[in-house]
Structure formats: C-alpha cells, structure tokens
C-alpha cells in the first residue's frame, strides 16, 4: 500500500508546485510588463519642451510630484500644456499624455508638440497612428515645402532616425517632395542591412527618375547580394550612361557576370579592375579566370586559394571557364 500511495503523493506535490509557478507568474508577468514600461517612457529624453532655435529635451525627476503641484484648469499657454503632457507621460498617463498633445494640435500647428507625439506613438509602436498623424500634419503645412523637409532632417539631427523614416515615407506621397522623401528611407534601410525594403525603395525612385546613379549602383550591390544576377547586370549597363567607368561596382558585376556563365565578360571586365581593388576582392573565382603566375602571396585568403585552384574541383572549373562552358 505505501508503494501505492508514493505515485500519488508525488502526483499532489507536482500539482502544488505547478499552482504555486503559475501564480507567481500570473503575478510578476503584469510587473515585469510595467517595469519594461517603465523603463522605455520614463527614462526616455526625446520628449520635447521647446522647438525654437536649438531643441530643448525635458528632465522629469519625480513627475507624480510635479503632476500633484498643477492645477489643469489652470494651464493657458502651449508651453504649459505641453510640458503638463510629458508628465503624464513620465508618469505612465499615455492615453492622457495623447488626448493632451492631440488637443493642441487641433487648433494650434505647434512642431514641438507633432514631435513629441510622433515619440509617444513610436514607443509605443503605434506606427499606423505615426503616420495618420504626419500626414495630418503635412496638409496643414503643405505649402511651406521647406518646412516640411526641415522636420525631418531635424529628427535626424537628434538621432531619432526611425521616426524621421516614418515621417519620410508619408511625405513621400506629397507631390513635389516624393524623390527626396523616398531617398531618406531608402538610404536608411540601407544604413541598418535591411536589404528587402532599401531594393523597394531604390526601385521606386527609379521610377520617379530612372538615371538616379545612388539608386543604380545600390541596386546593382543589392541584387548582387540577393543572387539576382540578371537584374544587376542591367542596373549597371544603365550606370554605365551616366558613369562611365564606375570601377567601384566591378567586383559586384564580376561576380554577376561569373554565375550567370559570361565568362568572356568575366576576363574583359578583370582587365579593367584597378590591382588593389582586385586583391581585396574576396571570392574565389577572380584567381581562377586570372592567369596561373597570379601573385598569391600578395593575397589575404591564399591558403584558400591555392588550395581550391590546385583541387581537382578547382582544375575543373578553371579549364571550363577558359574553354567557354
């Protein structure tokens, strides 16, 4: 009987303990959640008090404090209740903090105030909200187009790049400021690897200006990277008209013309590679189609090389690319 009964006495204590982790969890999960919170808006100082000449960043040491010391009925000027709407920020009244700035906003056209709600739905990773709100924006400014430049270049400026991205791809749907616009994000998402969204928005300038020679030549690296051979080769042949020797792209067109089996394009295009450019040049296949008394020593990845070109796999693809298969 007692063998009996360990089973089912290990069975209640398993349950106990399972009760026990759940409610611990149950309780830290809502406190680890505020203490992220916590940590993202009131240790944030991106929240601005001023605009005017060189921004001014707010400094909060105790807003419950400050917060208690303010009669609301009492706030006139726009300073004020902007600087009341970072307190409830720092305090965690988000959902206040933004009926405040959005009140301003309706009649006043403060760009201190856009700021700082741009940073409330950034944070909170509202970007749908991000952007209905540049574009709202935008309209009541859309007659000032250096104005509406300035913002962003402002945001980028304060090295808050991800909200100037945001607020370039909205004005990018203005009409007379869609070229600029688009070359801010694209050349962000370059600036960060993500690849995928800086070919899309390469690709869409080119469609405002086809000879647009920094859409050209990341588009030719981009598809080089992406294994898109064929789209590289034609991106350059369109630098070309507008560049005529950009060597800097030759090892990406190199590599291009190799897989897509151009190899008398391949030795054609080596002619032209400047020597130091074609010893930095870390693939393999430069030292294949170049001839066999190549300086190897002169080469960070010899050993690598040399190795390949003396395999059989290597004497291989050496003789097909010079007997054109």
Not at 42 to 69: R, T
Not at 226 to 236: G, R, S, V
Not at 246 to 252: D, G, I, K, L
Not at 292 to 304: H, L
Request: glycine share 2%.
């Amino acid at each position: 009987m007692e063998l009996l009964n360990k089973p089912n006495q290990f069975h209640i204590i398993s349950i106990i303990i399972f009760f026990l982790n759940s409610c611990f969890w149950g309780i830290m999960k809502p406190a680890l959640e505020e203490s992220l919170e916590e940590s993202i808006f009131q240790k944030d100082k991106k929240f601005l008090i001023s605009a005017s000449g060189k921004m001014e960043y707010s400094f909060v040491s105790n807003p419950q404090d400050e917060l208690k010391k303010i009669d609301k009925k009492s706030l006139n000027t726009i300073a004020e209740k902007n600087r009341y709407a970072i307190l409830l920020v720092k305090n965690l009244e988000l959902d206040d903090a933004e009926e405040t700035w959005i009140k301003i906003l309706e009649t006043e056209n403060r760009v201190e105030v856009f700021y700082n709600l741009l940073r409330l739905y950034f944070l909170k990773e509202e970007y749908t909200k991000a952007k209905e709100l540049s574009k709202k924006f935008i309209l009541k400014n859309r007659s000032d187009k250096k104005k509406l430049l300035s913002i962003g270049n402002s945001l980028k400026e304060e090295t808050r790049f991800e909200e100037a991205t945001i607020y370039y791809d909205t004005l990018s749907e203005e009409s007379g400021l869609e070229l600029e616009s688009l070359e801010e994000v694209a050349r962000y998402f370059y600036s960060i690897g993500d690849n995928k969204n800086a070919l899309l928005y390469y690709e869409r300038i080119l469609e405002i200006f086809s000879f647009h020679a920094e859409a050209l030549s990341r588009l030719v690296i981009l598809n080089t990277k992406d294994e898109k051979y064929e789209n590289a080769i034609l991106y350059f042949q369109a630098l070309k008209k507008i560049s005529p020797k950009p060597t800097e792209f030759y090892p990406f067109l190199f590599r291009a013309y190799y897989e897509t089996g151009e190899y008398d394009l391949c030795l054609s295009l080596l002619n032209e590679i400047p020597e130091k450019v074609k010893r930095e040049m870390d693939i393999i296949e430069v030292y294949l189609v170049t001839e066999p008394n190549f300086p190897f020593e002169k080469i960070q990845t010899k050993s690598k090389v040399e190795n390949f070109y003396s395999s059989p796999e290597g004497k291989k693809l050496y003789k097909d690319i010079f007997s054109g298969y």
